[in-house]
T-cell receptor
């Protein structure tokens, strides 16, 4: 079946620190992979995505590379800001249907 | 990118009443809409999938008589929480997609049942 496992939080970092949030997946076929961000009190916003192996998604300084060999899609940012404080969700979309599978979310707090 | 709206953004209701939440795709025709529920500090749980003009497909454990879903047009789906109770209080999020493309998420509706 399809599932997503992501690093448990909460994660607290100082401003300008390096961020990694791990995400691994199991899937049949060739899924698309996503990172969504949820700011307090708001819905999900697409942060970045990758649709095939070795693709790198990037946006707002965040990056994630689709690694088929390790079934991973880790989120990274070289220098976090206070405004990056949010909950981050890793997700996959099966290529056999339209359904999304979400990880449990990782809460990030960046302190000045 | 595609825009999905939800209305209302927040609703407070008394126990026993019904609440309707609307989900609209503003700039594209959504062949499929999805309804999710999110409990505090937890991930999204898919409740049901609806295709325009047909009955919704509910996930296991979701009461179809309690959570009525109508997908009357290619730009509108509604979720009605019937006879709401405090345990139905949650954040409800819809998403919409065109054919097999990416899902675009609405901003969510926070429901509080007193």
């Amino acid at each position: 079946g399809n599932s997503v496992t992501q690093m448990e939080g909460p994660v607290t970092l100082s401003e300008e620190a390096f961020l990694t949030i791990n995400c691994t997946y199991t899937a049949t076929g060739y899924p698309s992979l996503f990172w969504y961000v949820q700011y307090p009190g708001e819905g999900l916003q697409l942060l970045l995505k990758a649709t095939k192996a070795d693709d790198k998604g990037s946006n707002k300084g965040f990056e994630a590379t689709y690694r088929k060999e390790t079934t991973s899609f880790h989120l990274e940012k070289g220098s976090v800001q206070v405004s990056d404080s949010a909950v981050y969700f890793c997700a996959l979309q099966s290529n056999t249907g339209n359904q999304f599978y979400f990880g449990t979310g990782t809460s990030l707090t960046v302190i000045p | 990118g595609a825009v999905v709206s939800q209305h209302p953004s927040r609703v407070i209701c008394k126990s026993g009443t019904s609440v309707k939440i609307e989900c609209r795709s503003l700039d594209f025709q959504a062949t499929t809409m999805f309804w999710y529920r999110q409990f505090p500090k937890q991930s999204l749980m898919l409740m049901a999938t609806s295709n325009e003009g047909s009955k919704a497909t509910y996930e296991q454990g979701v009461e179809k008589d309690k959570f009525l879903i109508n997908h009357a047009s290619l730009t509108l789906s509604t979720l009605t929480v019937t006879s709401a109770h405090p345990e139905d209080s949650s954040f409800y999020i819809c998403s919409a997609s065109k054919l097999q493309e990416t899902q675009y998420f609405g901003p969510g509706t926070r429901l509080l049942v007193l």
